[in-house]
Structure formats: C-alpha cells, structure tokens
C-alpha cells in the first residue's frame, strides 16, 4: 500500500464531440488541475486512461480520465488502482451530479450512486468508499430528458463557472488532500 500516493480520476466521455458535455465537468476539472501542476500532459497508460502526474507537497498526485467511456469507468479505476497500489481511500472521483444546482459542490467518501452509471461502474469494480467530488449541474424538467440533458453542452456561462469551481480546487488541493472538505465546499459554494 502506497501511503505517499492519490488518485485524481475525472469522469466523462472521451472524443472531441464530448468536450463540452456536462457529462464531462469531471474531465474538465482534472484537465484544469494538470494544465496548472503537472509538467507531463496525459499520457495512455494500459489502454483503459489518460494519466498525468506531479508531485505536491512530497505527495505524488496521479491524474486520470478514462477512456472506457462514462459507464465503463470502473475498468479504468479498478486497473489504476491496483497498477499503483493506491487504497480505495486516496482516490478522489470528480463526477456531474444531476441532484445538485448547477455550480454547487459536495464532497463525500463513500454512500450511493445516485444513479449515476459510471459511479455504479466504479462501485462495482473498485468498492464504495472512495472520495467523490460531485459537481452540480442541475436537473432537466423532465426525467426523460436525462440522457439528452448529460450528454448536452454547457453554456458559456456555465462554463466560465465550471472554470471558477476548477480555480478554487486546483488553488485549494491541499485542503482537498487533507480531507477537510467541508472548508474546501465552503469555498466553492460562496
């Protein structure tokens, strides 16, 4: 076991046609995180994730976005996991969370899925008792417009928020690592 280790892993789509999705506000956060800290970009590692790595605080921090699209995203963590004997407690999940605002913020280890297919994936394969970021992107009106409304784009706005939100965490990561997450939401949800 790797005490000196943290998984950072972003959930979304792979593929240009998603970038933009909210479906893929985890991918974006991580992406934010290593444009500022990590001096090697994304690299394929195992054919199932995108990863970069840095170091902070005597910590080393690895980045990751699968490429096992959203609902397969327990393949790429369960590999990354035991690829570099990080415990289920030091990986943090970036995640969309349809049961949030848009813009608001909750971190938490462990509980449910919420119904989410790509935490169900990791729920599965790697175990429940990982750190979820989730990131609220708000509910669509009708329940059958889920999957439309995920796998929709951000606005512009929503974007330069989302871009906020990636600001205060990747300025914050040390609160983050710490575990005092309630301070880190605080932050966030001014």
């Known amino acids: 076991m790797n005490n000196n280790s943290f998984l950072l892993v972003g959930l979304g789509n792979p593929g240009s046609e998603y970038c933009y999705n909210r479906h893929n506000a985890g991918f974006r956060i991580i992406e934010a995180i290593a444009s500022s800290f990590a001096?090697?970009?994304?690299?394929?590692?195992?054919?199932?994730?995108?990863?970069?790595?840095?170091?902070?605080?005597?910590?080393?921090?690895?980045?990751?976005?699968?490429?096992?699209?959203?609902?397969?995203?327990?393949?790429?963590?369960?590999?990354?996991?035991?690829?570099?004997?990080?415990?289920?407690?030091?990986?943090?999940?970036?995640?969309?969370?349809?049961?949030?605002?848009?813009?608001?913020?909750?971190?938490?280890?462990?509980?449910?899925?919420?119904?989410?297919?790509?935490?169900?994936?990791?729920?599965?394969?790697?175990?429940?008792?990982?750190?979820?970021?989730?990131?609220?992107?708000?509910?669509?009106?009708?329940?059958?417009?889920?999957v439309s409304y995920v796998l929709g784009n951000f606005t512009d706005e929503q974007l330069k928020q989302l871009d906020s939100i990636s600001d205060i965490i990747k300025n914050n990561l040390s609160i983050l690592l710490s575990k005092d997450n309630k301070k880190l939401e605080q932050l966030i949800n001014l």
């Open 39 to 146: 001096s090697n970009f994304f690299k394929k590692i195992g054919g199932v994730a995108e990863i970069s790595s840095f170091y902070f605080n005597k910590l080393k921090i690895i980045l990751a976005r699968p490429l096992t699209f959203m609902n397969l995203s327990g393949r790429a963590i369960r590999f990354l996991m035991d690829f570099y004997k990080i415990p289920i407690n030091q990986i943090y999940v970036f995640h969309d969370d349809i049961d949030l605002p848009f813009g608001r913020v909750k971190i938490k280890i462990g509980g449910g899925n919420g119904g989410h297919n790509g935490l169900k994936s990791i729920d599965e394969l790697a175990g429940i008792d990982y750190w979820r970021i989730r990131i609220g992107i708000g509910r669509p009106t009708e329940k059958s417009m889920v």
